[in-house]
C-alpha cells in the first residue's frame, strides 16, 4: 500500500501539519549527521576539529542544498503531473530524475574530491585546522553518491504526497551515524576521518532503505526499468523549474561560506564559534524550511488541479502556524544562546562567540517563517525564476556587503557580524509580499476583462 496524500480537496490546515510534520522530524534527523560529527568531536577533540569538521560540513551542507534545491524540479513537476491526473507522464518524471541526478552524482564526486584541498583553502580554513578540513572534505564528497540519491528519493516522495518513508528511512540512518561515530571517533580515536566516514555510511543506509520500501510500498503511477532514462521534454522541464532554485541557493549558500570565510580570518576561536553558531541555526531554520518544501508539494498538486485560492490559504496557513514555532525558537537562541552552544563545544570562549552570533538569527528565526513560506508557494506555482532573482538580490546586495562591513568595526563582534542575515531576510520578504500583490491585481484584472 503507498502512502500518497490528495491536497486537492478537503480541509487544508490538517492535511498541511500532517504532511509537514514528518518532513521537519527527517530534516531534523538529516541536520544530525553534522550534528553528531561536531557533538562528538566537540567532546573528544580540540578547537582546531570542531573548525575543521563545522567548515567542512557547511560546504558539504552547500551541495546538499544545491541537489535539494535542483531536485525541488522534480518534486514541483511530479505533484502538477498528478494534479492533473497525467500518471503516464508522472512515471516519466521519476525515471527522468533518477538518470539525470545519477549522473549529476559521479559528476559531484570527481569534482569534489579533486579539489578538497583548493575549497579548504578558499575558505580560509585556519592553519591549525587546514589538513583536518580537507580530510573531511575528501571522505563526504567520496560518499556524494549517496548524498544525492538521499535528496533525490526524498524530493520524489513529498511530489506524490508521501513524508513519511523518507522519516522512517533517515531515523534508521542516524541511529547508525551516532553508533559509527562513537565506535570510531570515541572508540578507535580516529578524529575527523572518523566522523566523516560515520557520515557517508549514515548516508548510504538511508538509500538502502528508501529504495527497500518504495518496492514494497508501491507507486501510484506506472514506472518502470524502461523509464529510466533522459526524457528530453520531462528532462527539460525539471531543469527549468529546478536550475534557478538550485542557482539560488548555490549563490545564498556561498554568501553564508563568504561569512564563514570572513569571521574565519580573524581567529580560531572565532572560526569555532561561528561553525558552532551555524550548526546551530541549521536546527533553527528547520521549521520554516520544511513548510517551504511541503508548501510546494501542497501548492504544485493544487495549482495542478487549478485551485489557486486554496493554493494562496494553504500559503497563509503555513506562515500563521510557521511564526508560532519561530517566536519558540528566537527566544531560546536569544537568551539561552550559551546552552545550547554548550552542547557542541566545551571551550568557554568558543561558546561565548557561537552565542553572541546566535543572538543576530533569534531575529531571523521569526522573519523566515514568513518568508520560507512565500519561497514554497511561488515554487509550487512554478514561479522559480522570481525565487531565485529575490534570493540573489538578498545574499549579494545586502547579506555579504554587511557582513563584510560589520566585520571591520572594532572590537569585533558576532552579533553585529549575524545582523546581515535579518537585514537580508526583510528586503526578501518586501520584495516576494510586492510580487505577490502583483500578481494578485494581474489575475484580478484578467478576471474582470474576461467577464466583460
Known sequence: MNQTSNFTEGPILAPLLRFTVPVLLALFLQAMYGAVDLLIIGQFGEAADVSAISTGSQIMQSITSVVTSLSMGATVLLGQKLGKKRLEEAGQVLGSAVALFTLLAVLLTAIMVLAATPVASLMQAPKEAFRQTVTYIRICSGGAVFIVAYNVLGALFRGIGDSKTPLLAVAIACITNIAVDLLLVAGFHMGVAGAATATVLAQAVSVALSLLFTARRGLPFPFSRRNIRLHRQMVKEILRLGVPIALQNTLVNISFLAITAIVNSINVVASAGIGVAEKLCEFVMLVPSAYMQSLSAFVAQNIGEGEKVRAKRAMLYGMISSLCCGIVLSYLSFF?????????????????????????????????????????????????????????????????????????????????????????????????????????????????????
Open 336 to 452: 539561552h544562546g550559551s546552552l545550547l552552544a554548550g552542547l557542541f563545544a566545551k571551550e568557554q570562549a568558543v561558546i561565548a562567540a557561537a552565542a553572541d552570533y546566535l543572538r543576530a538569527y533569534a531575529i531571523d528565526a521569526m522573519l523566515t517563517s514568513v518568508m520560507f513560506c512565500f519561497a514554497g508557494y511561488f515554487n509550487g506555482c512554478g514561479n522559480t525564476t522570481f525565487v531565485m532573482l529575490q534570493g540573489i538580490t538578498g545574499a549579494f546586495l545586502v547579506r555579504i556587503p554587511v557582513s563584510f562591513f560589520m566585520s571591520r568595526l572594532t572590537p569585533v563582534s558576532l552579533f553585529l557580524v549575524g545582523l546581515a542575515t535579518p537585514c537580508s531576510t526583510v528586503v526578501q520578504i518586501l520584495l516576494f509580499a510586492g510580487y505577490f500583490l502583483f500578481l494578485t491585481l494581474r489575475e484580478h484584472g484578467d478576471k474582470v476583462y474576461d467577464e466583460k
